[in-house]
């Protein structure tokens, strides 16, 4: 059974950069692809971009592209999401998540990590 | 792929049935997940393929629809059912979407 375990949180000032980390323990971290969501005090889940480790190949949502970089390291089974430029609006709880399921179904979430609270404050 | 849930909120008894919607703004067959959220805990996963309910999760939730219209229900709300619930879309992705979230609530 999977299980991601995430960094601890962060306080960071505008405009500098946060990277956490999401370390997978039980089963196979290069067969499983690896998703990052954020969520905004208060608000829903927002998709940020996800990473195919086996592949390296990261894709992201539009409205971070430039700013986001989600990374894998395999030989420690951790994945990276580094955003830059920090403003005020992206005070939000960070989690990872494999993406799960194969065949016609899949691409749910399925474990979470247990979230990384990054505040942005002056 | 927009979702949109409804209601945004309700206010239930345990005991009582809950019904939660959600529409796709086109259609997805069943590629539809459900998650039930609490404060301060990442979601969790209740539901995938519109219908099959995860493992460990109990019999009291159920999931149904296809195409564009689809429904999460709760047969008898137990006390630990109190969060929130968000649909996703799986038809189509990346990029994946989410609802904005249902809050059951207590009456």
């Known amino acids: 059974q999977v299980q991601l375990v995430q960094s601890g949180a962060e306080v960071k000032k505008p405009g500098s950069s946060v990277k956490v980390s999401c370390k997978a323990s039980g089963g196979t971290f290069s067969s499983y692809a690896i998703s990052w969501v954020r969520q905004a005090p208060g608000q829903g889940l927002e998709w940020m971009g996800r990473i195919i480790p086996i592949l390296g190949i990261a894709n992201y949502a539009q409205k971070f592209q430039g700013r986001v970089t989600i990374t894998a390291d395999k030989s420690t089974s951790t994945a990276y999401m580094e955003l830059s430029s920090l403003r005020s609006e992206d005070t939000a709880v960070y989690y990872c998540a494999t993406v799960s399921g194969s065949g016609s179904y899949a691409g749910w979430f399925d474990p979470w990590g247990q979230g990384t609270l990054v505040t942005v404050s002056s | 792929i927009q979702l949109t849930q409804s209601p945004s909120s309700l206010s239930a008894s345990v005991g009582d049935r809950v019904t939660i919607t959600c529409r796709a703004s086109?259609?997805?067959?069943?590629?539809l997940a459900w998650y039930q959220q609490k404060p301060g805990k990442a979601p969790k996963l209740l539901i995938y393929?519109?219908?099959t309910l995860q493992s460990g999760v109990p019999s009291r939730f159920s999931g149904s629809g296809s195409g564009t219209d689809f429904t999460l229900t709760i047969s008898s709300l137990q006390p630990e059912d109190f969060a929130t619930y968000y649909c996703q879309q799986l038809n189509s992705y990346p990029p994946w979407t989410f609802g904005q979230g249902t809050k059951v609530e207590i009456k």
């Open positions: 086109q259609g997805i067959s069943s590629y």
């Open positions: 393929a519109a219908s």
